[in-house]
């Protein structure tokens, strides 16, 4: 199995920035479409962004569109997800995945443990 290893979450004041990575622990994630998940206390998981393998292709909801950015590093084995203009809703636990793609849990094969977002007021 893919290992996932998100890194970047904390606690910010609203309309600030955060910068989430992912580090996969094998080299064949270059091959994976890759994205990341969100969930608050008490709601069901939330599609935030999808990237392919190749990084040329990327998908957003309109949540997020504008606001946050996915890239790649292949070479490095790494995905980021840059938050900028944060807002309270933004709130949850960020999870990073891999090996599908669409807007759906079940779509990804592959999940990371987690980090924590927080968006004060």
């Known amino acids: 199995q893919v290992q996932l290893v998100e890194s970047g979450g904390g606690l910010v004041q609203a309309g600030g920035s955060l910068r989430l990575s992912c580090a996969a622990s094998?080299?064949?994630?270059?091959?994976?479409?890759m994205g990341w998940f969100r969930q608050a206390p008490g709601k069901e998981r939330e599609f935030v962004v999808a990237i392919s393998w190749s990084g040329s292709t990327t998908q957003y909801p309109d949540s997020v569109k504008g606001r946050f950015t996915i890239s790649r590093d292949n070479a490095k084995n790494t995905v980021y997800l840059q938050m900028n203009s944060l807002k309270p809703e933004d709130t949850a636990v960020y999870y990073c995945v891999a090996g599908g793609w669409g807007d759906r849990s079940y779509d990804y094969d592959h999940w990371g443990q987690g980090t924590q977002v927080t968006v004060s007021s």
């Open positions: 094998v080299r064949t994630v270059s091959l994976y479409n």
